[in-house]
């Protein structure tokens, strides 16, 4: 995983991905024990995130729980108590921690979702001065996150370079649809043969866990979901022209992370995960032609999904207002 992706993930997302790669890589053997008190010191964090990250790999059947406490690597028969080192998960000895996490990344999540509910209300000013404020952190704190808001597509600058909210309207959805239907399906069909097989069964396992699971699926799973089809995957296209212009359209991902489950209901039948399952073993199966037709649906129905959505929250709302929003 590049850097650059690294640094916008979650931790408990960051520590999962490191376990995962050790594994696949064969530092991490099959019955090895894993337990959240010596990965946490090992990764230098709480025992939170490594719960969630261990929780997740249980998920993808990359461990499993067996009789003893915490998780075994893979399914093998006869657990390792071995001591895990910082070279076996491939990080550096001398300085055994995570990948660096931005201190603007600790406040993004609350900022965008408070950004993404403006946008579906209209256009909307924001101050930076006041945000650092209301966050007691330091001004190029606040700026960088607004930045990272503009690059999803949250945020623009009027001509007195003055920050505001995107309007989410109708026209901008269709808008924003028109570049992804455009887009998307042709670089996904070039990334097959280039995503790693055993993501894409991965993929597909969690998809069919989470459909058999519905509703009782997470907003963070759903999320995950998401991200790993319409980011993870794509970026395997090898275009990163493609994958910056796709940016933008990020925000269309937050009307589910943010307003599905907590400000509209999840819908009597799953949104989404049924659609990209298909796509998934599409590409499994390595036909192109397929890949684009099911994508191409599945973004023409979800353009409706989602105008619906923001429909939905305009009506239900009843949000408080924040001092750097006006």
Known sequence: MDQATQETLPV?????????????AGRLEPGTILMEGSLAALFGSSRTPVKQALSDLSDRGVIHRFD??????????????????????GLDEANPELPRTWAWQRIYDSVERALIFHSALGKFRVNEVELARHY???????????????????????????????????KRVCDL???????EPKAMAAGIGRVPADFLTGMAERLEAAIA??????AAEMDALEHGLHVTMLSYCGNPEVMEALKRTRCLHFTQKHMLGAQVSYPAIEPFMTEHLEI???????????????????????????????????????????????
């Open 12 to 24: 408990y997302r960051k520590i999962a991905a490191i376990l995962h790669d050790s594994i696949k």
């Open 68 to 89: 003893g406490r915490g998780f075994i690597v893979g399914s093998a028969k006869t657990a390792r108590r071995v001591p895990l080192t910082a070279q076996q998960l």
């Open 136 to 170: 007691k952190v330091g001004r190029t704190v606040a700026h960088d996150v607004l930045v990272q808001a503009q690059s999803t597509g949250l945020l623009a600058k009027d001509e007195r370079l003055r920050w505001y909210v995107v309007p989410l309207d109708e």
């Open 177 to 183: 649809y028109d570049l992804r239907e455009l887009l």
């Open 213 to 218: 699971a519905y509703p009782k699926v997470s």
């Open 280 to 326: 998934v073993r599409a590409m499994l199966r390595n036909d192109p032609a397929k890949v684009e037709a099911q994508l191409s649906s599945h973004l023409r129905t979800a353009r409706a999904k989602v105008i619906d959505r923001l429909a939905l929250f305009r009506k239900n709302f009843t949000g408080s207002d924040l001092p750097y929003i006006g």
